[in-house]
């Protein structure tokens, strides 16, 4: 049974559209939530921390959690080209162990 | 803002030998991690590390591989017998309270078995 899911895409959206991500869960004991950004070569970077249901909003991300569908999805409103990017949704397993998903590739079109 | 530093940025090595990868997680962490990402593919779990023990590992971290913390500062992933199938991107990071926190990823070695 696979983890961490998320569509691997290509998304492609225009500029300054929203673009949404989603990622499924297996493990219902998860807590912790993380979406990172992942350029090609580097390394993943924070865009946001979730640890309750609901929304929660930073500047153009917002986070929602729903524990009981075990889903977690990111929106990115007013998306620009410097957001193409992978992004990488993340669930705490265990007390020290937190596993990716296998990314989602989002292409913002000018 | 603090970082955590990664040395070396690309290491070369030939099949059957041994490589040390080296991190300096950030100073008031007390949590350390390394994970793997092979060209393409999901960024893995391979262990983490609190109170000078490991205390998660998965199955992809066998006996060919083992960490260290030498000093107050270090954090090191040390493989065996490397084999092609090692070459891949390797990220410390670390974080200050478990896998409950963001985790703080330093900018990775890549690895290179020829």
């Known amino acids: 049974q696979k983890e961490v899911e998320q569509n691997s895409g290509p998304l492609s959206v225009p500029e300054g559209a929203i673009a949404s991500l989603n990622c499924t869960y297996s493990d219902r004991g998860s807590q912790s939530f993380f979406w990172y950004r992942q350029y090609s070569g580097k390394s993943p970077e924070l865009i946001m921390s979730i640890y309750s249901n609901g929304d929660k909003e930073d500047g153009r991300f917002t986070a929602q959690l729903n524990k009981a569908s075990q889903y977690v999805s990111l929106l990115i409103r007013d998306s620009q080209p410097s957001d193409s990017a992978t992004y990488l949704c993340?669930?705490?397993?265990?007390?020290?162990?937190?596993?990716f998903g296998p990314g989602t590739s989002l292409s913002v079109i000018p | 803002e603090p970082e955590v530093t990664q040395t070396p940025s690309h290491q070369v090595t030939q099949m059957g030998q041994e490589v040390i990868l080296r991190c300096v997680p950030i100073?008031?962490?007390?949590?350390f991690y390394w994970y793997r990402q092979i060209l393409g593919q999901k960024v893995e779990f391979l262990v983490s590390?609190?109170?000078?023990?490991?205390?998660?590992k998965s199955e992809i971290f066998d006996d060919q591989f083992s960490v260290e913390r030498p000093d107050g500062s270090n954090f090191t992933l040390k493989i065996r017998s490397t084999k092609l199938e090692d070459s891949a991107m390797y990220f410390c990071a670390s974080d200050h309270s478990g896998g409950n926190s963001p985790l703080h990823f330093g900018n990775g070695t890549r690895l290179t078995v020829t």
């Open positions: 590390f609190y109170n000078n023990e490991i205390s998660e």
């Open positions: 100073s008031n962490h007390l949590y």
């Open positions: 993340a669930v705490n397993w265990a007390e020290d162990k937190v596993i």
